[in-house]
């Protein structure tokens, strides 16, 4: 699975945002930076890998899925805003699943490199925030396809949750 074809729906439904909602003019990047955040830690609880202290599972994968492409809609917004987006080679790499303290490595690495991209908004740190988030998604054990799929399907309850005045 290559990027190209969600890079496009992204900045298509990030220019409808903005002209919506008389956004056009303003600077969102650090907005975005925040959402991702926000959206990595809905993630990041819905798989519990860091609740070392309870015994209550993770969120079914279908959940999980969706909370994963939640954050793929701002890791692509992100690349778009700094210009990084014309690399059409970006693809999803699949991997072996993991769980626990593996987990757990997995998404404290992605905070670190989107910091790093906040902070220094370089092609180099956007690539690796960028390999750091598709290789969670791996190691949830999703497939390329399914979170492609995942994406098309959020993308157009995005677009309904606008004509709605979400």
Not at 48 to 61: G, V
Not at 122 to 150: K, M
Request: glycine share 6%; charged share 30%.
């Amino acid at each position: 699975m290559t990027f190209t074809r969600l890079f496009e729906m992204q900045k298509a439904l990030d220019r409808h945002i903005e002209q919506s909602k008389g956004l056009a003019d303003e600077d969102l990047l650090d907005r975005k930076f925040l959402a991702f955040h926000v959206e990595l830690g809905e993630l990041a609880n819905e798989t519990r890998c860091f609740k070392f202290w309870s015994s209550k599972p993770p969120s079914p994968q279908e959940v999980i899925l969706e909370e994963y492409v939640d954050g793929v809609h701002f890791l692509m917004s992100i690349g778009i805003e700094l210009g990084f987006d014309d690399d059409t080679g970006r693809t999803y790499r699949q991997a072996e699943s993991e769980s626990g303290e593996a987990l757990a490595d997995r998404f404290n690495s992605v905070i670190q490199a989107v910091e790093s991209v906040r902070q220094t908004r370089t092609r180099e740190a956007y690539t690796r925030f960028f390999d750091s988030y598709t290789a969670l998604g791996s190691a949830l054990g999703f497939s390329g396809e399914e979170v492609e799929n995942a994406y098309l399907k959020k993308n157009e309850v995005n677009y309904e949750r606008q004509r709605k005045g979400y």
